[in-house]
């Protein structure tokens, strides 16, 4: 709008002083004449255009040296203008450039947290695997224990087996019973470790029962019900 108004303002100091110029320079035209000789007209007397041209002059100077502080400002203000725009370029690239590496660390830690969350579904299955090889492991353990068992017992069973045979091999007769032997009559549900439990207080001892009848006991250890035993 100031460049506007400046520019109004030269224009119509431009035309006054063209005005002014035009009327120094020039002579009006006569009057028609009413005789055949024509009258010569009277100059107009310039000394009253002067001081109009004079002042003229001065707005048009006035009005040039306002225009020249007029694009002064408008420059400044220009540069102003450049220079905050610049800044706010300045400034949008840098949060452009913050909002880009938030971005890319966002992505990261969602990443990070992709991959914590897949160790530890990992890490859960094999916790559940490993649960599950202990425990068969365990079952395992306890079926070896069974067997080691039955493989002992059934190793001592076969020593006392042979004891016998060889026993029987020296001598035919069974041992007389010593007077602080007692003896036991085989009833159902008896065992050679709860004979020895209910004489001896312990399980351990069956085998000196087994050892003390072999040949009221089958090879396979099974009792017969009626049996008489000794108890040593």
């Given at each position: ?12 100091a ?11 320079g020039?002579?009006?035209s006569p ?6 000789a024509p ?10 255009l002067?001081?109009r041209?004079t ?7 006035i009005?040039?040296?306002?225009y020249?502080?007029?694009?002064k400002?408008?420059?400044a203000l220009t ?5 905050a725009?610049?800044?706010s370029?300045s400034?949008k ?9 938030a ?12 991959r ?6 990992s890490?859960q299955r ?6 599950s090889?202990l ?11 069974g067997?080691n068992?039955?493989?002992v ?5 076969l020593?006392?087996r042979?004891?016998?045979i060889?026993n ?7 041992p007389?019973?010593?007077p602080?032997?007692?003896s ?14 209910r004489y ?6 069956w ?6 009848n072999?040949?009221k ?5 099974v ?10």
């Amino acid at each position: 709008m100031k460049s506007t108004h400046l520019l109004s303002v030269l224009v119509l100091a431009l035309i006054v002083s063209l005005n002014a110029r035009a009327e120094v320079g020039t002579v009006p035209s006569p009057a028609p004449a009413v005789t055949p000789a024509p009258i010569a007209p009277a100059p107009e007397n310039s000394s009253d255009l002067a001081p109009r041209l004079t002042e003229a002059e001065s707005k048009l100077e006035i009005a040039l040296s306002s225009y020249g502080l007029l694009q002064k400002e408008f420059d400044a203000l220009t540069e102003n203008s450049n220079k905050a725009a610049a800044a706010s370029l300045s400034e949008k690239n840098a949060l452009t450039a913050q909002v880009a590496v938030a971005e890319s660390r966002i992505a990261t830690a969602q990443a990070e947290a992709t991959r914590a969350n897949e160790a530890l579904a990992s890490l859960q299955r094999a916790s559940a695997q490993y649960a599950s090889d202990l425990a068969t492991a365990r079952a395992l353990i306890r079926q070896l224990q069974g067997t080691n068992t039955i493989i002992v017992t059934e190793n001592y069973q076969l020593k006392t087996r042979l004891a016998g045979i060889a026993n029987s091999a020296v001598s035919l007769t069974p041992p007389a019973t010593s007077p602080g032997e007692k003896s036991h009559l085989v009833v159902a549900g008896d065992s050679l470790a709860r004979i020895s439990q209910r004489y001896y207080g312990t399980a351990n001892r069956w085998q000196d029962i087994y050892l003390a009848n072999p040949d009221k006991i089958g090879l396979d250890g099974v009792l017969r019900l009626g049996t008489q035993l000794r108890i040593p």
